[in-house]
C-alpha cells in the first residue's frame, strides 16, 4: 500500500491544489514522450517485492510486524495493512546473464534475514496468497492495524467516494461475503510484484504481452483458494482487493465505472493512454508538496493508488535516464521461495519470449482477454482460456506446455539469462502434476477437514523449499 503520508488529514484546499500540480505533471510527462528514447534508458531491470506473514508457534497471525521491522533496521523490509504482514523489497538487478543467480542470493540473503529476526520473537514467516489461518478477529483494526495514518487514512477516503461500508461477495465452491467499514479486509491477501523495466520503443508490445501472460500466471500460480474456512476462488486475491479498496458509489457501480483494481481499461497505442485514464480516478492522497514538477511527485502518488494488476511506472535511474516499468502484480505469495524464483522467470520469459514472437496479441478481443483473466483466476490452471496465436480457446495446460515453454525458454534466452533449465523444468513439472498451491490446499481441506493440519504441512514443506508440485498429502 505504499510509504507514509505527510498528512494527517486533507482540506479542500489541498485536493484543489493536488489536482492543479497533478495536471501540471501530466503536461510535463507529455513533453517527456514528445522526445521518447533519447531520454530514457534502454536497459532491462529486475526488481520485486514479496509479502509475508509473520505467524507464532501455532501458525495462528502475529502482530509483531514493528518489533521485526525496528530490529531488523534496513530499508528493504517495510509495514503491510496488518501488523502480521511485512514486505521485502528486494534489490534492482540487471536482466543479463547472472540475473538468476543474483536473484538467487538476494532473495535466499533477504527472507533469512527475516526469519531469523522472527525467531528471536518465537515467530515465524510464512508465504501465502491467502493466509489460512486468518479469522474474523483478525481484522478488528484498532488491534491489527499497522502503525501508519497512511492506512487510516485510505479507509476514509474509501468511505467519502463510497457513501456506504465496504463490501466483499464472491463464489467458488463456497459463498465468501464480507463487510466492514474500513480497508482492513485488503490483509486478507499477500502478493508478489515483479517490476520488470522496459525499453521505450517497446513499451506498448511489452505492456500487451503482460496483459496476456498475467491470465497465464494467474492460474499457474495461483495460490489463494481457502478463505476464511471457505473454498474460493483458486486465486481469490483477486476478488478481494478488488472489492476491499472499491472506491466506486451506488450509482458509478451500476454504470461499470472502472474499478480503482482492475485488469485493464482496453488495448493502448502509448503508455500515455494509461496515464491519461488515471484522470478517471478520484484523488485518495492530496499530499502537496512544493517540488520541482519533474519530481513527478503528485503524478507517481496518484498513479501509486490506482491498483491496475499490470501497473505502468515511470521513474528515473540512476544516470539520470527516465524509466518504464511493468509492475506485475497479479502474482500470490508463495508457496516456496523456490516456487517464487519459477513464478517470477515464468513471468518474465513469457513476457520476452510473447515480444520477439511478433504474434499480434490484439487478435483477442480485449473483453475477451479480460474474461479470460477471471476464469482463470476463479479455476486455476484446469481451466481454458484463449490463447493468443489464433485466439482459439484451449486448454491452460496444454498450451504451457506446448507453446508457453517454448515462448518462455526463448524470452530468457534472449535476455542472456544463465541456468535457465531448473526453473523452465519445474514450470513443466508443476503444469503437468496440475499441482499448485491452490489446488494442493483444496485437495489438503477435503481429505482433512483441518486448517490447523493443513497450516502444518504447508509450513513443513515450505520451510524445506519443496517444489508445490512435489508436496503430499
Request: aromatic content about 10%; overall charge neutral; glycine content about 6%.
Amino acid at each position: 500500500m505504499g510509504s507514509e503520508i505527510s498528512h494527517r488529514e486533507f482540506t479542500k484546499e489541498d485536493f484543489t491544489a493536488f489536482q492543479k500540480a497533478l495536471s501540471n505533471e501530466h503536461d510535463y510527462v507529455k513533453t517527456l514522450f514528445e522526445k521518447g528514447s533519447e531520454i530514457f534508458s534502454d536497459k532491462y531491470r529486475i526488481g520485486y517485492e514479496l509479502e509475508a506473514c509473520i505467524l507464532d508457534a501455532t501458525n495462528l497471525p502475529d502482530p509483531i510486524n514493528k518489533k521485526i521491522l525496528d530490529t531488523v533496521g534496513s530499508p528493504l523490509f517495510t509495514n503491510e495493512l496488518a501488523k502480521y504482514d511485512l514486505e521485502i523489497n528486494g534489490n534492482v538487478f540487471t536482466l543479463d546473464g547472472k540475473a538468476a543467480e543474483n536473484l538467487n542470493k538476494d532473495l535466499i540473503s533477504l527472507w533469512d534475514q527475516g526469519q531469523n529476526t522472527a525467531q528471536k520473537f518465537n515467530a515465524k514467516l510464512g508465504l501465502f496468497g491467502v493466509l489460512p489461518s486468518l479469522k474474523l478477529e483478525h481484522f478488528n483494526k484498532a488491534l491489527y492495524q499497522s502503525d501508519m495514518h497512511r492506512y487510516t487514512l485510505v479507509s476514509q477516503r474509501i468511505r467519502e467516494l463510497r457513501h456506504e461500508s465496504v463490501k466483499i461477495l464472491f463464489h467458488g465452491e463456497d459463498e465468501v461475503s464480507l463487510q466492514k467499514n474500513d480497508v482492513m479486509l485488503e490483509a486478507l491477501g499477500t502478493s508478489l510484484q515483479i517490476h520488470f523495466q522496459v525499453p521505450f520503443d517497446k513499451a506498448v508490445d511489452y505492456y500487451h504481452a503482460a496483459l496476456l501472460a498475467s491470465v497465464v500466471l494467474v492460474g499457474f500460480g495461483a495460490n489463494s483458494s481457502l478463505v476464511l474456512g471457505k473454498r474460493a476462488w483458486h486465486e481469490s486475491r483477486i476478488a478481494i482487493f478488488e472489492q476491499s479498496v472499491d472506491t466506486r458509489n451506488r450509482q458509478q457501480r451500476e454504470h461499470g465505472a472502472e474499478k480503482r483494481v482492475h485488469f485493464a481499461h482496453g488495448y493502448i497505442n502509448s503508455w500515455l493512454d494509461l496515464f491519461e485514464q488515471n484522470k478517471m480516478f478520484k484523488i485518495i492522497f492530496a499530499d502537496v508538496k512544493n517540488k520541482p514538477v519533474s519530481d513527478l511527485h503528485h503524478f507517481n502518488l496518484h498513479n501509486g493508488t490506482i491498483w491496475r494488476w499490470i501497473r505502468p511506472i515511470l521513474d528515473k535511474d540512476k544516470e539520470g535516464k527516465h524509466t518504464l516499468r511493468l509492475e506485475l502484480r497479479v502474482l500470490p505469495s508463495g508457496p516456496t521461495l523456490v516456487d517464487t524464483q519459477v513464478n517470477i522467470w515464468f513471468f518474465i520469459g513469457l513476457i520476452q519470449g510473447l515480444v520477439r514472437s511478433k504474434i499480434d496479441l490484439k487478435k483477442i478481443p480485449f473483453e475477451t482477454l479480460k474474461d479470460d483473466f477471471y476464469t482463470v483466476a476463479k479455476n486455476g490452471l484446469e481451466t481454458e482460456f484463449h490463447e493468443p496465436e489464433y485466439a482459439k480457446r484451449i486448454s491452460l495446460k496444454e498450451w504451457i506446455l506446448n507453446d508457453g515453454l517454448a515462448l518462455t525458454k526463448t524470452g530468457l534466452e534472449s535476455l542472456g539469462i544463465d541456468n535457465i533449465d531448473m526453473y523452465v523444468n519445474t514450470i513443466k513439472e508443476r503444469t503437468l502434476s496440475g499441482q499448485n498451491g491452490a489446488s494442493w490446499q483444496l485437495e489438503h481441506f477435503k481429505k482433512y477437514n483441518s486448517i490447523p493440519k493443513l497450516m502444518e504441512d504447508y509450513m513443513q514443506n515450505s520451510k524445506q523449499n519443496i517444489p508445490v508440485h512435489k508436496w503430499g498429502l
